[in-house]
C-alpha cells in the first residue's frame, strides 16, 4: 500500500517561507501528477500547485508568484516552496500523488496532512 508522508509544516510570522516535503513509501512503477492541496477551517479542500512527470506546473492564482512546487522523480519526492506567506495561507496541507503501482493500475493517493499557520 502506498503511504505519502509530508513534512515541513509549521507556525511562521507573515513574509516568511517554509518548505514541505512529501515522499512516497512503496514500490511504485510510475508518478503521473504530483500536488498539493489544503483546507482550511470550515472550507472545501483547494487545489495550490500540480506538477507532472515532464514537470509542466499548474498554481492557484493565489499563490502564484509565491510558491513554487517541484519533485524528484528519482526519490518520489514532491517539494512546496512558499515564501512570502500570508495569514489567508494559513491551513492543512495535503500531498497528493497520481501513480500507477505496476504499469497497468493507475490511482491517487492522499498524505495524512501537514498544518501551516502563518501569524504574528
Known amino acids: 500500500q502506498v503511504q505519502l508522508v509530508e513534512s515541513g509544516g509549521g507556525l511562521v510570522q507573515p513574509g516568511g517561507s517554509l518548505r514541505l516535503s512529501c515522499a512516497a513509501s512503496a514500490s511504485i512503477f510510475s508518478i503521473y501528477i504530483m500536488g498539493w492541496y489544503r483546507q482550511a477551517p470550515g472550507k472545501q479542500r483547494e487545489l495550490v500547485a500540480v506538477?507532472?512527470?515532464?514537470?509542466?506546473?499548474t498554481y492557484a492564482d493565489s499563490v502564484k508568484g509565491r510558491f513554487t512546487i517541484s519533485r524528484d522523480n528519482a526519490k518520489k519526492m514532491v517539494y512546496l516552496q512558499m515564501n512570502s506567506l500570508k495569514p489567508e495561507d494559513t491551513a492543512v496541507y495535503y500531498c497528493?500523488?497520481?501513480?500507477?503501482?505496476?504499469?497497468?493500475?493507475?490511482?491517487?493517493?492522499w498524505g495524512q496532512g501537514t498544518q501551516v499557520t502563518v501569524s504574528s
Open positions: 506538477i507532472t512527470r515532464g514537470g509542466s506546473t
Open positions: 497528493n500523488q497520481y501513480l500507477s503501482l505496476t504499469g497497468t493500475d493507475s490511482n491517487a493517493y
